[in-house]
């Protein structure tokens, strides 16, 4: 799908960045590293559902912090790529590398159906439409055949990758979620950081102005939709071969409200706020677990001091104090 680019002057908002910066680099280096020892640290599933988590996150955050979209249905994509991923998987008997393709493609397409109804519409509404795509999704896969209903599909077999490397190994298995999961987010940080992120920000900010500089607003927002869709599915593509595992979870709607919650804590439009919100979220929930239904309250409480403490996320407030952008 082409990007159709116009020349605009030197005032325009809508520029080129001159690449990664020093800064950048030295932090997803730092990153990488951290993320290549964190599995001697801690237990190696845990350390991966962070890392599925902050791809969605990144994803979500594509297309509310640097579109301007709010979605409340992105469930519908992470849920359905995890099904798709876990039938092939188990059913179709597909490599793990495929079985997780197929459910990046599942959710691309499904992404490419809602986006190009759902962007007819803005503000309330598109979040309204977007909500109710998914309910519609979830109601798929309660009462589909190959979903499983309320049992899911479950002993999703981890396979053999490229059908040499066996990954029911967690340490194996980790090294592919890392692999795809930082590829994903330097995707990601690439597409916003070149011409076509630009004019994503640019009608974020005065989406008139985009039009009267002669950009087709409608198709930049599908685009933006529908990659932001395929990366939230190859995340849930890839939880499955984690935890062999898809259910109705994956598919509800708390689902999305928790990756907004992930976004919004650790700061939208910032370009490693979602994955240091994931990372708070996720070990919330596995570390606060004891406290069962109480879960939910305390995070209530840290987004509601999170939000008053840092209004622009943790990752915008420490980027405003550095004055540069993070």
């Not at 908002?13 to 280096?29: E, R, W, Y």
């Not at 990488?32 to 991966?48: I, N, R, S, W």
């Not at 976004?263 to 979602?274: A, K, Q, S, Y």
């Amino acid at each position: 799908m082409s990007i159709q680019q116009t020349d605009t002057p030197a005032s325009s908002p809508i520029a080129n960045d001159a690449g990664m910066s020093p800064l950048h680099k030295a932090i997803f280096l730092g990153l990488l590293a951290f993320l290549v020892v964190l599995p001697f640290m801690v237990y190696p599933v845990f350390a991966m559902k962070i890392m599925c988590f902050a791809l969605f996150a990144a994803a979500f955050n594509l297309l509310l912090g640097f579109g301007g979209l709010l979605s409340f249905g992105h469930a519908a994509y992470f849920g359905g790529a995890s099904y798709v991923a876990a039938h092939a998987a188990k059913v179709w008997g597909l490599t793990p590398e495929l079985a997780v393709l197929s459910g990046a493609a599942a959710a691309a397409f499904l992404g490419l159906i809602i986006g190009s109804l759902s962007i007819r519409r803005q503000g309330i509404y598109f979040a309204m439409v977007t909500l109710a795509f998914a309910q519609m999704v979830y109601f798929v896969a309660l009462q589909a055949e190959f979903t499983g209903g309320e049992d899911g599909i479950q002993s999703v077999p981890r396979g053999k990758l490229f059908g040499l490397i066996s990954l029911e190994d967690n340490i194996s298995l980790y090294f592919f979620v890392l692999a795809l999961t930082f590829g994903g987010i330097l995707f990601l940080y690439r597409v916003v950081h070149s011409p076509f992120g630009q004019v994503l920000k640019a009608i974020r900010e005065n989406e008139p102005r985009a039009i009267s500089l002669g950009y087709d607003v409608n198709r930049y927002k599908l685009i933006v939709f529908v990659l932001s869709a395929t990366f939230a599915g190859l995340a849930g593509a890839t939880k499955s071969q984690v935890f062999q595992l898809a259910s109705l979870t994956d598919v509800h709607w708390a689902m999305s409200g928790e990756v907004v919650l992930m976004t919004l804590l650790g700061g939208m439009g910032t370009v490693f706020g979602p994955i240091l919100g994931a990372a708070m979220i996720v070990t919330m929930q596995n570390y606060l677990a004891t406290f069962g239904a109480w879960v939910t309250v305390i995070q209530g409480v840290i987004f509601v001091i999170g939000v008053l403490l840092f209004r622009e996320g943790i990752i915008g407030v420490i980027s405003r104090w550095l004055k540069r952008p993070l």
